[in-house]
């Protein structure tokens, strides 16, 4: 057995809500970086609790991840409280799936398509009353009185609970009524109540987030110290540092990633997201690490290190940046042949806008050209600023052009000019399609566009195109800078492809000039994905497997 | 083998859409003809005397066309379903609601075996029991959702587009004219790529014995005809600013700007404007023009026009002024250099195309950068004898001519049968 066999790593999984989404970058970002650490024998472990299990199996199959030779600690320190505040959360969110997939409306076709003429006969030959046939029929007949019977004892035991209830509420609304008018006559102002209401809106969801908070700490706690009694584990890769709690509780070695903190690059962009509880995580992450990650040297010199001055002094702060990607699945197929094999995924477009769509626009991705963001929408994403460059490409360009987004929930800005702008046949949404379908989008598209005004680390869009051929525009952004100039390649190496990202109009013409000819950014960007390409992900998974070790 | 064909205009429309059918309707007659088929033609419009008069369909009942008036009449769909069902049509309305049927009190054109529906502006969906094609001239709400509204109000308008584009879908085929339009049947509609079908292009003057302008020719008195309507897409705001800024630069140019087109006299201040047709954007334009005391000066309104007296001003103009910031082209450009007049439009992808067939060179500009088309004038009296003698000669505008073009329409009508496999009864 060689020494690379004896390797391990224990991987702590948490979160206040656990994400499964398999395209969140973080959970992309961790598949990355276990998927070589894997192929190369290392023994992962990943550290979790009952109510996380899910997500985290959710995210690694939708990855990739080969869970045969995964191992799962659970835990059970979960919060039954959280459990429940997630449910209540996500009521209503599936409304878009259920949608998109057809299943249902599948069901429905088949029903009028087939169970519909069955039922017909059925009842026809149940009505045909001959001296040959009436003897088998009445079985038949009785047994269906008696299910009727059954029924109506059934509703009319739902009516009786639905009448008792009315009464109910008709009996409390009437003192509430008298008390309210009471209390109008009182000598309490009527403004008090009215502030006593609003200050309990407002306060609500403060309440909520710091019960959240409060619960989620101490559901750490109570996971590190488990983790504490598991004598195998005596460190641990947090591969956020949203879990202070637990940090600080760990008695072992703790190896702690700080992606970014975008909230506080646009406090008032993000003004409904801002969380104490989760600064205070990541506060206490901070100060209890041993070791912290960052992906740039951008979010250390101007989050982590402006942010959490005192927590980090004295502390190792390493830069992994993230690996340059080379999808597993490229076939080097012609854009229309992408196009033809996407055709296939259609169903996989949502509407986004029933006040408007019927259903989600019917589309032949061999007809046209179209843009591409692949990103889960944020108010630091930018996407509408992409949305107005490309009004102005379909609307004054004439371009024969689409633009592809692959957000589950663009921000309410996206919607709201899309919806004004009356584009919605022409933006279209695949939400979370799975890798294979975001690869196909990939080499069909004519250009991948990003203009996100902020990131963490290396611009995985940027990678994931032009591995395949397809031109990319990326905001002008530090961290953009940063990925090209880390690698000695010169601002005027790559200035054609990166734009203003404010300016919606340069980037439109931007746009059309490759869309016109895209010849010469490809052959640029060719050439430097020679230089990008020399450190992939398993070079990524290596440096964290050294530092894992180092701690 | 005989093919019944009927072709229906299911809303009122006159003008260029009613010239377009009665073409389509001619076309098909001379291109059978020509190959010796045998063709039955209906042509169904609505009946309604206030809009249409014995006169308008003359020449197509002299070259055998029957003229059938219908009215829509509505249908449930629940009296629909059992006659579906028993034709065994399973891919056919009725899904709810309520259908269009085109009530001629004959047979309501189930006597023929195609229908061919101008345009897709379908109010109600067709319980389709006849295969048929849609003849689409453009989609405008694509690139100027305006026309559409883009209030809350407007919501039902794209609603119904919704709802019609699907009846375009369900077609056998979508005839259009120029390439923009089929990539937006195709891309914006959602129409299969195989099914839409770009017919040739064609031209009908207005009268062909009106005498050419000389060459070069200059009027009297130089104005610019502004062909327009008053919708949203015909981009007067743009417009104004740029012949504004154009004046401004040149006050010595003697140019004036006739404007000539549907409801156009609502941008006067000085006619009695139609309360109906009254609304924001109307009222936005006569505040630019009021506001403009360059154009106050030199615009002059003249309203829609009859032919003749539109052939007239054509023939006088010094040039043809088109603004529009999208559609399937425009045919005045045409007539224009049909009467010897260069002419300046915006820059798009139909007009382009119609340039190309057409031999037009006219001046272009950006239509959505006022200072391009101030530009354009500029360049337009700089090269206007070179303009002048650029336009296509009537005998190159004749080989374009409706007359000139059945045959090929016929056999590129035949073709989408074919493709489409449509059986026509013997």
Redesign the interface.
Known sequence: MSNVDLKKMDIAYLGRVPIAHKSEGLNVLLCDTIRPLMSQGVDISIHTTYRHVSAIRQALEGNGIDMKNLKIDIYRVESILLILMGIFDSRGSKKNDLKKNGFLSSIGQWMLGVARPLILDFLNWLLDFTHLNIAYKIPVFLVLIFIALFMAIILIAVALIFIVSLLVYKFFRFFLNRIIFYLKRSPISRDFFLKLVHAYRKKREIFQQSLGGYLYAQEQIRFAKSVNGNNAVKKLFFFTAFEGHAVEKFKGSSLVVFPDIVTSLFPLRFINSHNAALLKEMRLAIKNADTIVCYSEFVRDRQLRLIFPNEVLGKTVEIIPQGYFLSQSLSQISKYEASEQLNHYRSAIANFFPELLIAAPIVDFTQFSYILYPTIDRPHKNTLTLVRAFSKVLRHKYKNIKLILTTPNPTADVKKFILDNRLHYDILFMPSVPIKVLDLLFEGAALMVHPSLAEGGDIFNFSRAAAVGTPALMADIPVVCEMFERKGISKDQYRNWIFDPIDANALAECIDEILINPSPVLASQKSIVQILSQYGFSDMANQYMKLYESI | MTYKVAVLLPETYRGGTLRGALNIVKMLVLGAKSAGDKLELSFGHVDSPSIYNDSDFEELRRLGVKVRPFFRELIDASKLEPIFSFLGL?NNPPKGGQYWCFNDGISNFEDCDFWIIISDRIQHPIPINRPYAVVVYDYI?????AI?G?TTAS?GN??MF??YA?AT?DAQFVICTTE?TR?DC???A?V??DRVFKFPLEFDPLKNNTPNRICGETPSAPYLLWTTNSTQHKNHLNVIIGLGEYFRLHPESDLEIYVTGVYTHLFSDKGSADIHFMNEYVIGIRKAIEDSPEIKKRMRILGNLSDDVYLEMLQSAHGVLHGA??DNGTYSMIEAAWMGVPSISSD??AIREICEVFGLNPILFNP?KPADLALGIQKFEDQYLDLCSKLPNRQKLQSRTFNVVAPEYWRMFLKALDVTKILIHE
């Open positions: 399973p709400q694509r690139y100027v959702p559409f883009e919501v794209w609603k919704d709802a699907q879908r923009q990539r195709i891309n914006y959602g299969n790529a910031l999208y798009y992808p959505h």
